[in-house]
Structures are given as C-alpha cells and as structure tokens.
C-alpha cells in the first residue's frame, strides 16, 4: 500500500523535464514484538536481482523505548548487497538486511539488545525508487538467535 504520492522530475519530456506521479514509500507492515525475544526477522517477498531500496522503520517498544531509522542498500545480484547503509536511534536496532538461498529473497533483522520483558510494535516502509514494486511479506519469526533465521 502507497501512503504517499510525490512528483518525480525525470528529462524525458520536451523541456527536459518530465513529470509523473509515482508512489513514494510503501507499507511492509506492523509487526509485533514481545517479551522473551531479541531479535525479529521479516521475509519479504522480494526477490529482485539488481534495485535500490530504502527502508524506514519505527515503533515503541515498552521497556525498550522508541526506534527509528533507515536503511539504503542496492541488490546487486541474485545473492548480495552493495552500498548497504543503515542508521538507527533507539535501544532497537535494524542489525541486518540479508538475502535468502534460491529464490534470493530479501529479509531484515531486527536488534532489541535483550530478551527480557518488553511488548510493542515494529512498521516498516519500503521506497523502490520508481521500480513499480509494491513488497509483500512472506513471514516473520520472533527469536533469539543472532543468526539469520531466514537462510
């Protein structure tokens, strides 16, 4: 789902400057975070071999605090990232962006420190940069192993 529309000036049209909508950031979803788990892992249904993407993320989690942060990263092939950039704020963190074995999907990890008591939510956005690809989610999996859960 698009939540917001921008212009996008591009050099096709006859003043060297085109125009077209296009949608800006598209909704993954809302994941849930809860006591007894430090990690998150989501599976989109991504399986592109050469897009740059940005993701956005945030959400409170209690006794966590707050999180926010992007990440940029261009998938270059079939199994790996270029240029992977990833800033956070908050005690949770996004660790990881990482690629599955055949089909190369592509999965974020998420960090919240400890497993100790804490409950709350993760939304996370998703910019293609005017690839036209809306992503889906394929799964997601609370868990306590700082490895990827999706290999």
Not at 60 to 71: E, M
């Amino acid at each position: 789902m698009s939540i917001f529309q921008r212009t996008r000036f591009d050099s096709t049209g006859t003043n060297g400057f085109g125009r077209s909508s296009m949608p800006m950031m598209h909704h993954v979803g809302e994941f849930t975070f809860r006591a007894g788990n430090r990690y998150l892992d989501i599976k989109t249904d991504l399986a592109t071999q050469s897009a740059m993407l940005s993701f956005y993320y945030w959400g409170f989690l209690y006794n966590s605090g707050d999180l926010f942060g992007s990440a940029g990263t261009y998938a270059y092939n079939g199994t790996s990232f270029i240029n992977t950039y990833i800033r956070n704020t908050g005690s949770t963190t996004l660790s990881s962006i990482y690629k599955t074995g055949s089909p190369h999907y592509i999965c974020l990890k998420f960090d919240r420190g400890n497993d100790g008591y804490s409950e709350g939510k993760v939304n996370l956005f998703m910019i293609d940069h005017g690839l036209g690809i809306a992503p889906g989610v394929l799964g997601y999996a609370e868990n306590n192993s700082a490895s990827q859960y999706y290999s």
